[in-house]
């Protein structure tokens, strides 16, 4: 029993570990101007870290720099769902 609530946990912070580096991963190349790259580092963390609205924001505003303007809109529209007083969400969705 105790090993498997060991392997359990470790488990999950190896993944929580890998979305973490992921995230700076997709920041680093946003700040780089490699938009694309960063798009498809932030989607990959989506697809398991759907609660943070910082991963809104971000894809939001890599979809912003792509001209996407209507999708850079609905993900920023989400990060203003999970988190209405987000000041950052709100400023990158007026400029989009």
């Not at 609530?5 to 101007?33: E, H, M, P, W």
């Not at 990959?44 to 924001?57: A, C, G, K």
């Not at 996407?68 to 999970?82: E, G, P």
Request: a neutral charge.
């Amino acid at each position: 029993m105790r090993v498997v609530v060991i392997l359990v946990i470790f488990t999950f912070s190896l993944c929580t570990s890998n979305r973490d580096n992921l995230k700076v991963r997709a920041q680093f190349y946003f700040d780089k101007g490699e938009y694309y790259r960063s798009l498809e580092l932030i989607e990959r963390v989506l697809v398991s870290d759907t609660l943070e609205p910082e991963n809104f924001i971000l894809k939001g505003k890599i979809l912003l720099q792509l001209d996407k303007h209507m999708d850079a809109l609905l993900n920023l529209s989400k990060a203003i769902d999970l988190d209405n007083k987000n000041i950052i969400a709100w400023y990158e969705r007026g400029i989009g």
